[in-house]
Nanobody, 119 residues
Framework: EAQLVEYGGGSAQPGGSLRLSCVAS????????MTWIRQAPGKRLEWVAS????????VYGTDVKDRFTITRDNAQNTLYLQLNNLKTEDTGMYYC????????????RGQGTEVSVSS
């Protein structure tokens, strides 16, 4: 059974950094594009970033571009999201998902890890 489990959430101050991890099991990460999505309190799911399963090409949402970095370690079957220069509006639950998707269309995603940014 394919599963995704996120780690690394926590609290940070504005301008701080966090690194999220997503460990995949039941399938080879190398065979699939992967995506991070997030949901702020009281808001819809929002696409954050995606990475392909070939050359590692990445795409980012406008709100996180130049601050967040998505990477993958196929040998460890793990996906990462480096969050730098955090803003209060980055607060929310962060989910990794299999494939390219943007929110409710993500068919396989983890249980999420919570990020809280406040001063």
């Amino acid at each position: 059974e394919a599963q995704l489990v996120e780690y690394g959430g926590g609290s940070a101050q504005p301008g701080g950094s966090l690194r999220l991890s997503c460990v995949a099991s039941g399938f080879n990460l190398s065979e699939s594009p992967m995506t991070w999505i997030r949901q702020a309190p009281g808001k819809r799911l929002e696409w954050v970033a995606s990475i392909d399963n070939g050359l590692g090409s990445t795409v980012y949402g406008t709100d996180v571009k130049d601050r967040f970095t998505i990477t993958r370690d196929n040998a460890q079957n793990t996906l990462y999201l480096q969050l730098n220069n955090l803003k209060t509006e980055d607060t929310g639950m962060y989910y990794c998902a299999k494939g390219y998707c943007s929110g409710v269309d993500c068919l396989l995603r983890g249980q999420g890890t919570e990020v809280s940014v406040s001063s």
